[in-house]
Structures are given as structure tokens and as C-alpha cells.
């Protein structure tokens, strides 16, 4: 399994970034996948999950209404559409695959995203 995550980078409170993680090494269609971030000295957290489908997602009451997470399975590619973003938001961002195939995502979102196999991980940094 390889994940590798791209996009981060520096933005402005109020702005907009597009996270992108290319997966390969497991039938990606087949698994829900997910955000999660961390903060230094902080417990990783989930900012969203999305179904193997990409029509069912949920997401952290922190984040709601502000980001996005699709899927392009065509491509391997999961995404993280970040917008209206704050200062909170400044993390490391981490995509993340799911244990198993075709669960309902609830179960990864109430499981501890430690758990779950990640990628290296893209920054994102907001500040003005």
C-alpha cells in the first residue's frame, strides 16, 4: 500500500487549497478513505471520510460546510477541497485507507484514526 499526498503549502485565512492523495498497491475503489490531520503535540484527528462510491461522506463538526472530500477512482486519486480556512486548520494533513472493504463509513470515522494505514503526509499552513 502506498499513499502519497500532495497540495499543501502556505494559505491565507479565508482562502482555498486542494489537498490530492494518488493511492496504489490495493484495489482503491474498494475501500472508504479518509482526512485526518495533526497538530504538534496533538492526537491525530479525523476531518473526513468518504465511501468507496464517493456519495456518502461525514465529516468533523470543525470543518463542516468548509471542506470537501471526493474521489476519482478512475484515478486513484482521493481529494480534500479546503476552504473558508482558519488558523486551527494549520496541520499536517495525512490521507488514510480503510482496514477493510466496503464497511460503512461510520465505522472508520468512530474508530481511532491511528489505526489506519497513512501516507507521508502534506502541510498546510494558514497564516496572513
Known amino acids: 500500500v502506498q499513499l502519497v499526498e500532495s497540495g499543501g503549502g502556505p494559505v491565507q485565512p479565508g482562502g482555498s487549497r486542494r489537498l490530492a492523495c494518488v493511492a496504489s498497491?490495493?484495489?482503491?475503489?474498494?475501500?472508504?478513505m479518509g482526512w485526518v490531520r495533526q497538530t504538534p503535540g496533538k492526537e491525530l484527528e479525523w476531518v473526513a471520510v468518504?465511501?468507496?462510491?464517493?456519495?456518502?461522506?461525514d465529516y468533523a463538526d470543525s470543518v463542516q460546510g468548509r471542506f470537501t472530500i471526493s474521489r476519482d477512482n478512475a484515478k486513484n486519486t482521493l481529494y480534500l477541497e479546503l476552504n473558508s480556512v482558519k488558523s486551527e486548520d494549520t496541520a499536517m494533513y495525512y490521507c488514510?485507507?480503510?482496514?477493510?472493504?466496503?464497511?460503512?463509513?461510520?465505522?472508520?470515522?468512530?474508530?481511532?484514526?491511528?489505526?489506519?494505514?497513512r501516507g507521508q503526509g502534506t502541510q498546510v499552513t494558514v497564516s496572513s
Open positions: 498497491g490495493f484495489i482503491f475503489s474498494s475501500y472508504d
Open positions: 468518504l465511501s468507496t462510491g464517493g456519495n456518502t461522506a
Open positions: 488514510a485507507k480503510d482496514s477493510l472493504p466496503y464497511r460503512a463509513i461510520r465505522q472508520m470515522f468512530a474508530a481511532s484514526p491511528s489505526g489506519f494505514e
